[in-house]
């Protein structure tokens, strides 16, 4: 994939360690214009700053969810099991989430949080809480959106005991939006909500998850959705470029046979300057008969995701329709499906952007007879094929928040007319969501299509000229054939004298009187000696009318002697039928 780079393009990000990089030696796809006036340089990173245009990891499904009994485990390096050791004391002056997630859930040891990197690689500096509050009237509360700060110790504890505090008694769901979580927020959210540790090792390693866990009959549960999805991002907010792409770039125009198609990382569309890259929604919920908590993290390369998905779930309390929702329904799963229209609207923006960019496709193949075309085509049917695997993701999400039946429900203070109005509300909204992901993979399957039908045509296009060659060539060869053909004429007429003259220049005695030959001697030569070139011929050859396929080198060798014992038995064959056939 050739990055999209001009002289005027800014890749300086800070380090101490970085790449210098003339940019005359980017491939800019679709530029035909390079400046040679100068010698620009471009200061880049060397790989210290995470960044959005960086390739996802392939997720691992067998570790997404509690129902596995081995979480993270490595069966060849981890066995024979050792036996479990009683908890360690708690430190004196330690804070109680330091030992998360050991100290609530004993089973993941040491090796296996380090194997998940859920801590390791959790990004290390300031992070930032917002929060969104949805009163039990429906209402959103509008100030205090900023929960929190974590720096250094002293705020990480202020963050502990405000995340402790208990809230008040109109507040029904309190969403909290992380950005740039850092192990201590991590392990502090973790330890207060008990939060299973697969929810941040799957979100870590980009698996996709739903689960529910924590079932306390009509008072609690957990339920969580870790859920890739797609989305569009301009040039200009995709941020630096990492230098793993930046070493692809270059070499891109001498290697672009050989290059992979890796549906893991972005797809740069040159016909809108945009890219297509994978991001993540990782929702974990706590739904309590009091008050409920969702908690949604990102990914250290997706910030900006934090700062927008909560500026849209606040915009929802201001919107009507959904505003009815919140008033008319007490189940907080309501606020739930909010997050999965996030993921909704970014897939939708694809499809639109991706309609764009197949019609310039097209037009280029129409307008060029250049099969090296195709290779674009068959990146971009790639991703779409991959995008199938997502989409159904993303309708098992769907059916799993429609039927996970939320306990705290059947709570006697519900009233059952409350309780068949959030479930009739639930179902209106889950069914409408599935609806448009019916619709989003039927836009999928018509651009899967609709490139079948360009590459076919690119093919087509080329099978066509290669049909014009060939006549062309068919032509020119039944010129060249009359050509040999008079050349063949003349040489019949020069045929007889050649003929003569090597007769007469033949040294027998019928002819030179002085010759020490006759003439039946070169006829007997002549003619064994042909007699021994066919015999020679035709024992060398593999399949023959003489013999059978496969006979061995003696059977062919004497393959004159059978095959006159062959031709007398069919003469003796005929004549015997031909007797019997008389009498």
Known sequence: MSLPLDDNSSLAMSGPDHLSIPMDNLVTRGSTEKSRGHDTQTTVDHATQESILDKTPAPIYRHAAPSGPWPWMDFDEDMPVIPQLPNRPTVPGSQPWTGYPQCTFPNWTETQVNRCKMLTDCPTGESNAYKVDVLHSGKFREEELEMATIRDGPSQNEFWKLVNVQRDQNIRIRAVFVKNMTKEVLQILGKRYEIEPFFFSSSTNW????????????????????????????????????????????????????????????????????????????????????????????????????????????????????????????????????????????????????????????????????????????????????????????????????????????????????????????????????????????????????????????????????????????IATVRDSSAMKQIAYLTTVFLPANFMSNVFSMNIKEINPSGGETLPHYIAGAVGLTVFGMWVTVAMQVDSIFFDRGSPMWRRSLWPMFFAWKMWLQMWHKRFSLKRKTT
């Open 207 to 474: 698996i996709p998850s739903r689960y529910q866990e924590n079932i306390v009959a009509k008072q609690s549960d957990h339920i969580t959705v870790v859920l890739p999805f797609i989305r569009v991002v301009p040039r200009e907010a995709a941020g630096p470029i990492p230098l793993r792409l930046l070493q692809d770039s270059l070499v891109s125009s001498q290697q672009e046979d050989e290059q992979i198609i890796d549906t893991q990382s972005p797809l740069y569309l040159d016909s809108c300057d945009k890219y297509i890259l994978q991001d993540l929604l990782s929702v974990h919920m706590v739904r309590n008969v009091q008050s409920s908590t969702i908690i949604s993290i990102h990914p250290k390369s997706r910030k900006k995701t934090a700062d927008q998905l909560h500026s849209l779930i606040n915009r929802t309390g201001r919107s009507v329709y959904w505003s009815k929702n919140f008033v008319n329904s007490k189940d907080p799963t309501c606020l739930f499906l909010c997050f999965l229209w996030y993921a909704m609207y970014e897939w939708d923006e694809l499809f639109e952007t991706l309609y764009s960019h197949i019609n310039e496709l097209e037009q280029k193949v129409l307008n060029s007879d250049n099969i090296r075309e195709t290779r674009h085509l068959h990146i971009l049917q790639a991703h779409l094929l991959y995008y199938r695997n997502l989409l159904e993701d993303f309708k098992k999400s769907v059916i799993f928040v429609q039927e996970t039946k939320n306990p705290a429900m059947d709570d006697p203070s519900i009233t059952d007319v409350e309780r068949a109005r959030a479930k009739r509300i639930m179902v209106k909204e889950t069914d409408y969501l599935l609806s448009e992901i019916e619709r989003l993979e039927s836009q999928r399957m018509m651009q899967v299509m609709r490139l079948k039908n360009v590459i076919d045509l690119a093919f087509a296009s080329v099978n066509i000229d290669d049909s014009k060659y060939m006549q062309e060539l068919t």
